[in-house]
């Protein structure tokens, strides 16, 4: 028996957690809460289709599953999810030749902080950057710097959950970011030829 | 049938169980035991390394007579050097893999194990700790040689003017005294400096500098008590190896 939609919204995280490890329909909650997220940010890490993704996304819950116990209150679930859900897409990410090999992924939806910031720094033209070509920068990052781009920017984490979610201290966050903008800076003004910029 | 039913069908088809708590409990001990023996050892190792930089002169180094790297490296406890700085890594890596190690850059991880270790290594070098451990390693380990033979060593070259032992007879005119391998030697201690606290009588342990007079003689410049006693004052007596 399935959970209500409505009867899930109505439980905070921590709630559906305690129910489902009583009752396991109660984790359907927790999937369907943030399937949407993470399925977007498993799609982005890994440059996987809609299919792939989905399977990445189903075998990280099943870690996630068997893992319930083990999640520590004193931190934020999605920080938790995001973690176990990062963990599995970089390694399989890792079993593929090159990242993004016949992706499809829709970056159309690329949140505009980043591009506001990179627009400051690499004025362009037409005064926007078009989301392929910001995909292709960020696609030529090193993964340590795309995986900080992408939880800060697109997934709009604060610097604590991005430390949670890599097991990294937040003041290497921090500079990684940093790092991470100037790349992204530098591959930009590389990229764009001086009839783009004005 | 949508994704999440698929999945809560998966889990209920497989009989996929969540791990039992105990195992995570099981882990968090382990992990903060691990962490609490690794400093430990380190302490101890720290300890050491304190009794042995207060036993050995290493002012002394000048005058050996091989180069004064090579003179360090004999006298400096490299064993339990070695095993301080084994110890400070392995309770960094311990601590890191706590559950919210990660949060910790490595300056804090190391500062955090240097000093817990450095606080309890003092506080077991204070309480005479150390000297025991020392000895009891050099009597069990026959390749280890302790602090004690190192400072013996050192202080038995009465050629180059260093002579010590324990004293067993005084007459104003002069001393006498037992070295470290028996041998009894008659000091002329008239124009010796030696400090009030000292007390030359029999029993007394000291260490003389000056200059070889005789085949068993030798005339002080300056006496000063064998040092680095336990703070409790008792002389080591157990020799650790013959």
């Known amino acids: ?198 | 049938m949508n994704t999440a039913h698929k999945l809560v069908e998966q889990i209920k088809s497989q009989h996929i169980a969540p791990r039992p708590q105990w195992q995570y409990t099981a882990l968090k001990w382990a992990v903060w035991t691990g962490f609490g023996l690794t400093v430990l050892i380190g302490a101890l190792a720290f300890s050491v390394i304190l009794f042995t930089i207060q036993q050995v002169d290493f002012r002394l180094l000048q005058h050996l007579g091989h180069s004064w790297l090579e003179g360090l490296l004999s006298l400096l406890p490299l064993i339990w050097i070695t095993f301080l700085a084994l110890a400070l890594l392995l309770s960094m890596y311990t601590l890191r893999y706590s559950e919210r190690g990660y949060k910790f850059t490595l300056a804090r991880l190391a500062g955090y194990s240097t000093a817990f270790s450095i606080l309890l290594g003092t506080a077991f070098f204070i309480s005479g700790g150390a000297q025991q451990l020392e000895q009891a390693f050099a009597i069990r380990v026959d390749l280890y040689q302790s602090v004690q033979e190192k400072k013996e060593q050192l202080w038995n070259r009465p050629g180059e003017g260093y002579l010590g032992g324990t004293i067993v007879r005084v007459t104003p005119e002069a001393l006498q005294l037992e070295d470290f391998e028996g041998q009894t030697w008659t000091i002329d201690y008239a124009a010796a400096d030696w400090p009030p606290r000292i007390q030359l009588e029999p029993g007394e342990a000291v260490k003389l500098s000056g200059e070889k007079t005789g085949a068993a003689r030798f005339k002080a410049t300056f006496i000063r008590p064998w040092g680095g006693q336990p703070l409790n004052g008792q002389q080591p007596k157990m020799r650790p190896k013959e």
């Open chain 1, 1 to 198: 028996m399935l959970i209500a939609s409505k009867k899930c919204n109505e439980l905070t995280d921590q709630e559906v957690v305690d129910r489902a490890l009583r009752e396991v329909d109660y984790f359907s909650c927790l999937y369907e809460r943030y399937e949407p997220a993470l399925l977007r940010y498993v799609r982005r890490i890994t440059g996987a289709g809609q299919d792939g993704a989905e399977d990445i996304l189903q075998d990280a819950f099943i870690k996630i599953w068997r893992n319930l116990r083990g999640y520590d209150p004193g931190m934020k679930l999605s920080s938790w999810l995001y973690r176990i859900v990062h963990n599995e897409a970089v390694s399989a990410l890792r079993k593929q030749t090159s990242f993004g090999k016949n992706r499809t992924v829709d970056w159309a939806d690329a949140e505009p902080l980043l591009l506001h910031h990179l627009l400051n720094e690499v004025e362009t033209e037409e005064g926007s950057i078009p989301a392929e070509q910001l995909h292709s920068w960020i696609s030529q990052l090193p993964q340590k710097y795309r995986e900080v781009i992408l939880l800060r920017y697109f997934e709009e984490l604060d610097y604590e959950a991005i430390s949670d979610v890599l097991q990294i201290p937040e003041g290497t966050v921090a500079t990684r970011l940093n790092r991470a903008r100037k790349a992204l800076e530098k591959t930009a003004r590389a990229t764009l030829t001086p009839n783009q910029k004005k």
